[in-house]
């Protein structure tokens, strides 16, 4: 129906902004949230992408904002270079490979995640001053957005593998990634498996 396929579609927001908030929510874990809220009124995947104007914009925030978000930060120095800035975030928008990307790692017997390395978000999409993301458990889940062409992400992890009880010549399961998403080229929700 027209509405399902409203829902699927993907709404990019762009924000224009010298990244001083200096009414009202001023603090990013405040403002996060609220951001949130208002996306998951358009009851549709949306992506935030922020253009920091000026030197003296704070870089932090408007990251921070386009990092929970899904989207992307675009440093733009002075007038020059508005367009170029635009461009590139409409140029990327038109070559998205793959939409609602959908991770989940899960342990083989013996083995359990202890943390994802190198993460800049928490469980409410507030980044952290510590990059590691605790996770004591056999199986990790993440909604990872979307993802353009030539674009490549990293998700290390740290495992902690018991011992075996006897040598054994047997290959043995430790982890297994699932990948799932709308493929954009194809037109098909596809999950990879390794």
């Given at each position: 129906?027209?509405?399902?396929?409203?829902?699927?579609?993907?709404?990019?927001?762009?924000?224009?902004?010298?990244?001083?908030?200096?009414?009202?929510?001023?603090?990013?874990?405040?403002?996060i949230?609220?951001?949130?809220?208002?996306?998951?009124?358009?009851?549709?995947?949306?992506?935030?992408?922020?253009?920091?104007?000026?030197?003296?914009?704070?870089?932090?925030?408007?990251?921070?904002?386009?990092?929970?978000?899904?989207?992307?930060?675009?440093?733009?120095?002075?007038?020059?270079?508005?367009?170029?800035?635009?461009?590139?975030?409409?140029?990327?928008?038109?070559?998205?490979?793959?939409?609602?990307?959908?991770?989940k790692?899960?342990?083989?017997?013996?083995?359990?995640?202890?943390?994802?390395?190198?993460?800049?978000?928490?469980?409410?999409n507030?980044?952290?001053?510590?990059?590691?993301?605790?996770?004591?458990?056999?199986?990790?889940?993440?909604?990872?957005?979307?993802?353009?062409?030539?674009?490549?992400?990293?998700?290390?992890?740290?495992?902690?593998?018991?011992?075996?009880?006897?040598?054994s010549?047997?290959?043995?399961?430790?982890?297994?990634?699932?990948l799932?998403?709308?493929?954009?080229?194809?037109?098909?929700?596809?999950?990879?498996?390794?």
């Amino acid at each position: 129906s027209s509405s399902d396929s409203e829902r699927k579609a993907v709404t990019s927001i762009l924000l224009f902004t010298d990244g001083q908030a200096n009414q009202g929510l001023t603090k990013l874990e405040e403002i996060i949230p609220e951001m949130n809220n208002r996306r998951n009124q358009l009851n549709r995947v949306s992506n935030v992408f922020c253009f920091g104007y000026g030197s003296d914009h704070t870089v932090e925030m408007l990251k921070g904002l386009s990092d929970s978000a899904g989207g992307m930060y675009y440093y733009v120095e002075n007038e020059e270079n508005i367009a170029s800035a635009f461009g590139d975030c409409i140029g990327g928008l038109l070559s998205v490979a793959a939409q609602n990307l959908h991770i989940k790692l899960e342990t083989g017997p013996g083995v359990q995640i202890k943390k994802i390395l190198g993460s800049s978000l928490n469980k409410t999409n507030i980044k952290s001053q510590n990059k590691d993301f605790e996770v004591n458990s056999k199986i990790y889940e993440r909604e990872l957005g979307d993802i353009y062409s030539e674009e490549e992400r990293n998700i290390v992890c740290l495992l902690e593998i018991s011992k075996m009880e006897m040598a054994s010549t047997e290959s043995r399961e430790i982890l297994i990634c699932e990948l799932s998403g709308f493929d954009v080229l194809k037109g098909v929700k596809t999950i990879i498996n390794s």
